[in-house]
């Protein structure tokens, strides 16, 4: 998208607040001319005599002296304001009528309409935010959950790039040393331990980690997490389903087969989105529509990052169950096991559902985790006992849950592993996210050069080129901030030794 | 009296030197002025050419056809490869000259050439008609015509030397400093800064205790700076090593009192990276020893260069501490040390072929334009004399990419940075370092000199295309020949490394980390059969070219995306002030600067990321 400098100079107006009917509508101008186009239809004070940061309750009217609406303007004199210009934001009646005379008085009074995104470009220009803020602002707009407002807020705010220009100060202060080595190895110079450095690239390498790993949840933030329901038929997956959106989405019946349709409901835990989608139950179908229905189950699965597999403790015999996994079960994806119907066997040994007693068993047992199980299966007397070692990573790393979907037992303990499960060990919920595909890239160049200086070191490659991934690096996490050029390295070696013949 | 030359070069230091014959070798007729002929090349401070950095750019200008690298080579008492230990990129020849026979041969080169006159008087101004120039004047009234100048005047222009309380006009210790020039530049509009640098004491070596200090002794086997022919290097003089210590420092102290350096006497912002000892002392109060080279002047003479100790405090201080310091207990001195103030002209008024953007046909190069050291000064000189020649001929201006040369980057940096203290050439300011080796200057290099007419070089041009052939052949019998276990278990179990199961290309092993050609050769006939004609020159550009093939590649992988914002072009009138979304800096640097593209706007001070964004998105991308 090109906008000419002469665009630049025009005040814009749009409507801020999403269209359709809502309490109010807010209206937005910016440009040199915001608050004379609004003082020409607005009657009450002077709004060219206010000062910034105030709001004026009043009236506008059409060209006939008709009033159109009350309303409160609140005034932000530039630079201080969104864009830097001036900004004057004019709270109305949200009627989507009041809402279009609003803005045709506004065009009328020499406002244009704003392009998409124009006044974020214009906070851009005019150095109000840098370029990851300002695509922090396009994910604002966009977001549709709580936990995303928040990402897109925090990133709005700097702090991402604050946090990426931190990591880079360090990185910058670990490559003046080898510099320094480079170019002043002929003086009497003191050099950093080759230890202590790579305890250092170690120590970035684990935040940018976790950065590049919390491009998983902040994705799954801003667009939803793919969750796939599946399991044998009448397994209990769409009365699962059901328990977990609390209402009768799913056609649900104990007719095996009954679901033919993938079904998509969008679960909101803690502001996370779960795209959960129901499947058809995994058997030979039997007849064509069903076949249909397991194809595209086995399709989605292949695309989902969560998979909740759930059986029926009753029906099902453990040697299925292995099978089945072994079948479902992709690298990358997070596992639930479901144990369900425990209404009807609270007793149910889970050391049948696996080969228990080769000794390799109690590695897992390090994973048990009871939580509060107690409330259907609290006559089971051992921890949960976990696959064998010859199962995907996955499956041996999976939580088994017991529940009842029909009696709606320990569901609440199945939504707190849910959202569990989209955390990783490293990403606290309140650290910075990385959701942006751009940074995600960059991040993960960063880390390679960064590996790659750990391997240079470590193969007893020499310095210059050790330097050389240091400064690859460098320059990845400048991409981020959208900072060019890597030269404050002489700066940084002039503070802190004493060289020079 | 004189004929119109198509070039004066005033000033006869190294920037002026290069200046004179790179003018003359492209074809122009030069006038090369100079207040004293037997100070032509005179090497003001320490008597060494190279260094890290600076080794490569000898290399670089040598490639281009300066005459550095050939001096330097002629004259040398002793040369060192430094940071042989570390990668091929780091590899920074040095060399101690004989002060006396540089400044010789230099002089002698300049006077076998047929394009080039001498005059010998101050020049104290320049003659502009029409916003151009066209000759000089000179101290008795002279007007000698010509259709470009380039000023190449040093420490100079009105240089006041400090020694103590006292200070005096000079441009160096015991000549006058040269005056008028730095005034009608400034009625012209230029605007002017005044920097510091400083040398240290001169002493006998007949009263130093060589036994008490460390010896340095040059390399086993030589190498040497220039490509063509020069002589090898059989005799060499040792360099010493020897160290200040707590009681040197208090001595020095007691004349901190005095020091024109702290009683706010000088001005000028002298260059961090090489402080004078009392800065030292001063800086980094908890070191309580500092290291000193004791370099030699030449090999007949007894003359002493103290390197470390650059000072500006009282002389009879000065010659205290250095008798405190081991090995100096007898030490006579010769001279003092001393600091100098000069003029110089900030370089963002330069264009990136270092002409000015007031005066057509004007240029400026070496300390001038806020640069320190020889090399430094030596590579501005060639590319003012190549770029005045081409001017003169309305040709294109030669300018080197951040990516082609050390030259390149410092000029880049010099008229898109500028620089508040004298701008000395590192490394680590070369985006691009793996690339930019000494040896390789020449393959960088020779084709671009040649192609734009320098004269002298079509059989180095056939000498850098065999050696390009030479490696490219090597490397095809690496990749193509094999090696058996048998063959070279033995030496790899010896290097610590994993001995073949079976047959490989020679090309992995040489590759391995712990292994390098010159033992592998040794070690497997084969290999030493096939290389033993083949010159160590070529030779060693092929495993370079093998061993850091990866790395290599990475690095040209980020050259091409610089080049990317390198090939937005800007136009030299585009109107910034009407870009109302840049910061107010940037709208004056860049209208001021008239960047030739985004890339080079990118690297000016004060045009943040943020502008680059800018103009950017105004220009749709």
């Known amino acids: 998208m090109q906008y000419s400098t002469h665009d630049l100079n025009d005040t814009i107006v749009a409507l801020a607040t999403p269209t359709g009917i809502g309490a109010i509508g807010v209206i937005r101008l910016s440009g040199k001319d915001a608050i004379t186009i609004c003082n020409g239809v607005f009657r009450g004070k002077d709004l060219a005599q206010q000062d910034t940061h105030t709001i004026h309750f009043g009236t506008i009217r059409d060209r006939e002296d008709r009033i159109v609406d009350e309303v409160l303007v609140s005034l932000f004199v530039g630079p201080k304001s969104y864009t830097g210009e001036n900004v004057v934001e004019v709270s109305c009646h949200g009627s989507n009528y009041i809402i279009q005379q609003l803005i045709q008085l506004f065009v009328q009074e020499g406002a244009r309409m704003a392009q998409p995104g124009e006044f974020t470009l214009r906070a851009f220009l005019n150095g109000r935010m840098d370029l990851s803020q300002a695509e922090a602002v396009a994910d604002l707009i966009a977001s549709s959950s709580a936990s995303s407002h928040n990402l897109a807020m925090q990133q709005m705010r700097g702090g991402f790039s604050d946090e990426i220009q931190r990591l880079r100060q360090q990185l910058l202060d670990f490559a003046s040393l080898i510099e320094l080595e480079l170019d002043f190895s002929e003086e009497d110079v003191e050099f950093a331990d080759r230890t202590e450095l790579k305890t250092l690239v170690k120590k970035i390498q684990t935040y940018i980690h976790a950065l590049i790993q919390s491009f998983d949840l902040g994705n799954a933030i801003k667009h939803g997490i793919n969750t796939v329901i599946a399991g044998r038929p009448n397994a209990g997956k769409s009365t699962l389903l059901n328990a977990l959106l609390n209402e009768d989405r799913a056609i649900v019946s104990d007719i095996a087969g009954t679901t033919r349709d993938t079904i998509e409901e969008v679960l909101n835990i803690e502001g996370i989105q779960f795209r959960l989608i129901d499947t058809a139950g995994i058997r030979e179908a039997s007849d064509q529509i069903e076949a249909i229905g397991v194809e595209k189950t086995m399709e989605k699965i292949s695309q989902s990052a969560l998979l909740i597999y759930v059986f029926d403790v009753i029906q099902t015999q453990p040697e299925q169950v292995r099978q089945d996994l072994a079948k479902l079960v992709k690298p990358d994806m997070h596992l639930l096991v479901i144990a369900n119907k425990m209404d009807l066997n609270p007793h149910t040994k889970f050391e049948h559902y696996f080969e228990v007693g080769s000794g390799k068993g109690e590695v897992g047992r390090r994973k048990a985790e009871r939580g509060n199980h107690e409330e259907v299966a609290g006559s089971t007397d051992s921890d949960f006992p976990f696959p064998t070692s010859d199962f995907p990573l996955a499956i041996s790393e999976a939580q088994w849950i017991p529940i009842s979907a029909l009696e709606k037992m320990n569901i609440g303990f199945l939504k707190e592993k849910l959202y569990q499960s989209v955390l990783t060990e490293q990403v606290q919920v309140d650290s910075t996210i990385v959701s942006n595909a751009r940074h995600f890239e960059a991040l993960k160049k960063a880390s390679e050069s960064l590996d790659d200086v750990l391997h240079a070191m470590d193969s007893g490659i020499t310095s210059d080129f050790v330097a050389m991934d240091i400064r690859r690096a460098l320059a990845f996490l400048g991409e981020i901030t959208g900072e060019i050029s890597t030269d404050d390295l002489l700066g940084n070696i002039f503070g802190k030794f004493c060289i020079g013949k | ?621």
């Open chain 2, 1 to 621: 009296m004189f004929p119109t030359y198509d070039v004066i070069v005033v000033g006869g230091g190294h920037a002026g030197c290069e200046a004179a014959v790179a003018a003359a070798n492209m074809g122009s007729k030069v006038l090369l002025a100079t207040m004293n002929m037997n100070t032509i090349a005179q090497m003001s401070c320490n008597p060494a050419m190279g260094g890290v950095a600076k080794g490569q750019i000898v290399r670089e200008i040598d490639a281009l056809g300066g005459y550095s690298g050939i001096v330097t080579d002629h004259t040398m008492v002793q040369f060192r490869m430094l940071n042989k230990s570390k990668g091929p990129a780091m590899w920074s020849p040095r060399a101690q000259s004989d002060r006396m026979l540089f400044a010789g041969k230099w002089r002698e080169m300049l006077e076998a050439h047929p394009n080039v006159d001498f005059w010998q008087e101050m020049v104290n101004g320049i003659v502009v008609k029409d916003g151009r120039v066209c000759g000089v004047r000179t101290g008795i009234g002279l007007e000698i015509e010509s259709k470009s100048v380039v000023l190449t005047n040093g420490t100079f222009l009105n240089g006041l030397i400090h020694i103590g309380d006292k200070n005096f006009g000079g441009g160096r210790a015991g000549e006058r400093a040269a005056t008028g020039i730095t005034e009608q530049l400034l009625e012209l509009g230029f605007e002017s800064g005044r920097m510091k640098t400083g040398t240290p004491p001169r002493v006998d070596g007949r009263t130093l205790d060589w036994d008490r200090m460390e010896t340095q002794p040059g390399d086993e086997n030589p190498s040497k700076f220039s490509y063509t022919d020069t002589p090898k290097l059989n005799k060499q003089i040792p360099c010493h090593i020897t160290y200040t210590s707590k009681e040197v420092h208090e001595t020095l102290k007691t004349g901190f009192e005095r020091s024109p350096l702290f009683n706010g006497r000088i001005r000028g912002l002298g260059p961090r990276y090489c402080p004078s000892i009392e800065d030292k002392i001063d800086r980094f109060s908890d070191r309580d020893r500092h290291q000193l080279f004791v370099e030699p002047e030449g090999w007949n003479t007894c003359e002493i260069y103290v390197n470390g100790f650059s000072s500006s405090l009282p002389e009879e201080v000065q010659y205290k501490a250095l008798r405190q310091v081991v090995g100096f207990e007898n030490m006579k001195m010769f001279r003092p040390g001393y600091a100098i103030e000069y003029d110089f002209f900030p370089p963002t008024q330069l264009k990136v072929n270092l002409e000015t953007r007031l005066v057509k046909n004007l240029f400026f190069a070496g300390q001038i334009n806020g640069t320190t050291g020889y090399e430094e000064a030596a590579c501005q000189g060639l590319m003012a004399g190549i770029n005045a020649h081409l001017s003169v001929n309305e040709e294109e201006p030669f300018v080197l990419k951040r990516s082609e040369a050390y030259i390149g980057v410092l000029i880049d940096d010099l008229v898109n940075k500028g620089t508040k203290e004298p701008y000395r050439m590192f490394t680590s300011r070369a985006e691009y370092r793996i690339l930019l080796r000494q040896d390789n200057a020449d393959l960088r290099l020779t084709p671009l000199a040649h192609k734009l007419g320098m004269q002298g070089l079509d059989e180095r041009l056939q000498r850098v295309e065999e050696k390009q052939a030479a490696a490219k052949a090597i490397k095809k019998f690496f990749e193509e020949t094999s090696i058996s276990p048998d063959d070279v278990n033995g030496f790899l179990e010896e290097k610590g490394t994993a001995p073949l199961k079976q047959k490989v290309k020679m090309h992995g092993v040489l590759l391995r980390p712990q292994i390098n050609l010159a033992e592998l050769r040794q070690a497997v006939p084969t290999i030493e059969q096939y290389l033993s004609p083949v010159e160590q020159e070529y030779v060693d550009l092929a495993e370079i070219n093998m061993k850091y093939e990866g790395y290599i590649r990475k690095e040209e992988e980020m050259v091409a995306k610089m080049n990317r914002l390198e090939s937005v072009r800007l136009t030299e009138n585009f109107d910034y002030q009407q870009l109302v979304s840049l910061s107010s800096e940037a709208r004056e640097k860049l209208s001021q600067l008239k960047p030739r593209t985004i890339g080079q706007a990118s690297r000016i001070s004060g045009v943040s990321p943020a502008d680059i964004s800018v103009l950017l998105v105004h220009m749709g991308r």
